[in-house]
């Protein structure tokens, strides 16, 4: 029994974590997505550090070719001069400048395989990145589609309706009002005799009250018929 109870316990404690971690999902995603840019610009620049020391290590290896060029053609002269001890000596120089040679063009070969390989590794992280980062950005625009769908009280659905409402109590409102201006104005030149010839002249009953361009052509070309 006193098994079940403790069981019980840590069934209710990973429940509540998981509920609070499922609540907070979002805020989670973005602060992992934050510490994995972090490790990919640390391990950039430990690329670009790489970089640099082989670089260096490059540059060092052509000061000792040149180093034991010079010394061989110096060693060479002093065999010709018949300074043995002198060229014996130089050639033991020589010998261990080789040996370092060697050691750092093999330096070179591995650095340069595991610079090769770091680079792999950044760009493939970065992708990786990148893809998460517009990973968040859908589930975060779901999530605030998610959200204003939600029918409680007071949620921006229920916001849309009631200003779906207001707009449309406004447009018949205002359609009330164009109407009744309408009909005002046309009550008042029921009652105006001047209105009420205008309409019988535009309708072609007696002389038009107003001229018209076809009616001043028409009067230039009469005047123009008749003889001088």
């Known amino acids: 029994m006193l098994k079940q109870f403790f069981a019980l316990m840590r069934g209710h404690s990973h429940e509540a974590a998981e509920a609070v971690v499922d609540r907070n999902a979002l805020v989670i995603l973005r602060q992992q997505i934050r510490d994995c840019a972090d490790a990919i610009a640390a391990a950039r620049r430990a690329v670009a550090i790489a970089i640099g020391q082989n670089d260096q290590e490059i540059l060092q290896y052509r000061k000792l070719v040149a180093r034991i060029e010079d010394l061989e053609k110096r060693t060479v002269a002093a065999l010709e001069q018949g300074q043995n001890e002198l060229a014996r000596e130089a050639a033991e120089t020589i010998a261990l400048l080789e040996a370092e040679r060697t050691a750092s063009d093999d330096a070179q070969k591995s650095f340069g395989t595991e610079i090769e390989r770091l680079k792999r590794i950044v760009r493939a992280s970065e992708m990786r990145l990148r893809e998460l980062q517009r990973g968040q950005r859908i589930v975060a625009a779901t999530d605030t589609t998610q959200r204003l769908r939600e029918t409680t009280p007071g949620s921006s659905l229920s916001a ?30 029921s009652g105006d005799p001047a209105a009420v010839s205008e309409k019988l002249a535009a309708a072609g009953c007696g002389a038009p009250l107003k001229s018209s361009g076809d009616a001043v052509l028409e009067r230039l070309a009469r005047t123009i018929a008749k003889p001088a």
Do not use: C, S, Y
Not at 178 to 186: I, K, L, S
């Open 160 to 189: 849309l309706r009631d200003a779906e409402e207001t707009l449309l109590r406004l447009r018949t409102r205002q359609k009330q009002i164009d109407a009744t201006a309408a009909a005002m104005a046309e009550m008042e030149q």
